[in-house]
């Protein structure tokens, strides 16, 4: 048995892609914290060439013994343990962002725990739907009544790491793969529909709640209203249309770099707005940066590359005959999926900006092994599968 190894190029592929960029989009950030200039290339190096042997190492298990499902389950629980304690380390054991502890601190890196939860998460969801869902047709209440204790469940745990982390995109992602995997499951449209309409009504209370995020939806549906006013009866441009707006200046100048580059971009290393500009133009606007340097020719590529990936993952979960494999696999896709347009539609403001990062191609260690672990058991399923 042999692993799908178009999924293993792709994915290595974009993995060196990440590697090539760390260095180049991190020079001003290197200079203003004092660091060596290969201080983010070597890192990266590290995280990417161990990531590919996690990739390689995973893929050599059989999908079919229980060392898969303990390996899953051990993910889940240590990472939810250490995000349950993360909030009460000292401040030597835990880097913060955004006013909240979102990091373990483990000598020379720092892990998010988050990011490995979600994987988890995705094989929990697998196993247990599989249990619990199947595609007999039934009332919608019925199938409220499964859902009810995932969603309880969810909104219990989901909401700790929103509260204690401070990190709205992370709980989107979590809800929506808990929605679609429902749906992948067997679940109805109309159960689909109820849950995205919970969801929502969720993400409102959550926006009105905060003044900051009322402010934040404010200036972003500001600079995008032009585009859907004239379509809108006037009765309703009354009462959405925002009369006075600011553009955030990350957005305005992720907007100018992305400009800058044009078709085929200022050449790699020339950028500009990395600069001091841009900040974080290595983690979260790293497609920004990217665009100004290699130009919308160089970024169509990528996407591509990435759209291959995400396809190549969808067909093997296609192909799979177990139905937990199956749904594991698609919920990887999807994560994918999601991350990376939850990405570029922000830098773009066509939605808020949540600083979601790439898997694969942003700078960092934990988003980069907990999605080689994740491509790594695809790898693995990919072996039981006739492609």
């Known amino acids: 048995m042999f692993a799908d190894k178009k999924l293993f190029y ?33 890192r990266q190096l590290a995280f ?17 013994t229980a060392l898969f499902h303990k390996l899953m389950i051990a993910l889940l629980l240590i990472s939810f343990i250490a995000i349950i304690i993360l909030p009460f380390l000292p401040a030597n054991l835990a880097t ?28 929990f969801l697998a196993w247990s739907y599989t249990r619990r869902i199947d595609d007999s047709k039934k009332a919608i209440k019925s199938e409220i009544l499964i859902l009810l204790p995932y969603m309880i469940v969810a909104i219990i745990v989901i909401g ?28 109805s449209k109309k159960l689909f529909a109820f849950g995205l309409v919970i969801a929502t009504m969720i993400g409102f209370l959550v926006i ?34 925002v009369s006075s707006n600011s553009e955030p200046y990350q957005i305005s100048h992720s907007l100018n770099a992305i400009a800058h580059g044009g078709f085929f971009g200022e050449g790699l290393g020339l950028g500009i707005f990395k600069l001091g500009f841009l900040s974080e133009v290595h983690t979260d606007f790293v497609l920004a940066g990217i665009t100004e340097e290699i130009g919308l ?27 937990v494999h199956f749904i594991f696999c698609s919920g990887v896709a999807l994560l994918l999926l999601f991350s990376f347009f939850m990405n570029a ?10 600083g979601v990062a790439v898997p694969l191609l942003s700078y960092g260690g934990s988003s980069m092994w907990s ?16 492609l």
Request: charged share 15%.
């Open 10 to 42: 792709l994915s290595s592929i974009l993995i060196t892609i990440g590697i090539v960029f760390s260095y180049s989009l991190s020079a001003f950030t290197v200079l203003y914290l004092g660091y060596d200039d290969f201080h983010f290339f070597i």
């Open 208 to 241: 009105f709640s905060s003044q900051r995020r009322i402010e934040r939806i404010s200036n972003w549906w500001g600079n995008i209203q032009d585009a859907f006013l004239p379509f809108f009866p006037d009765w309703l441009v009354q009462i959405v249309k």
């Open 371 to 386: 999605i080689c672990i994740a491509l790594g058991c695809v790898l693995m399923i990919s072996k039981k599968v006739k």
């Open 345 to 354: 539609f922000g830098i773009i403001s066509l939605t808020p900006l949540k």
């Open 160 to 187: 700790y790491i929103y509260i204690t982390q401070n990190d709205l995109g992370q709980s989107v992602i979590s809800f929506f793969i808990i929605l679609a995997l429902a749906f992948f499951a067997g679940a």
């Open 96 to 123: 913060a962002s955004g006013g909240a502890k979102r990091w373990i601190r483990l000598g020379p890196i720092s892990i998010s725990p988050v990011e490995f939860f979600k994987i988890g998460l995705i094989y």
């Open 48 to 64: 990417g060439i161990s990531g590919i042997l996690i990739m390689f190492f995973i893929s050599q298990i059989n999908p079919d």
């Open 297 to 323: 020719v160089g970024l169509a590529v990528i996407c591509i590359l990435y759209l291959l990936m995400i396809l190549r993952i969808f067909k093997i979960a296609g192909r799979c005959e177990n139905k």
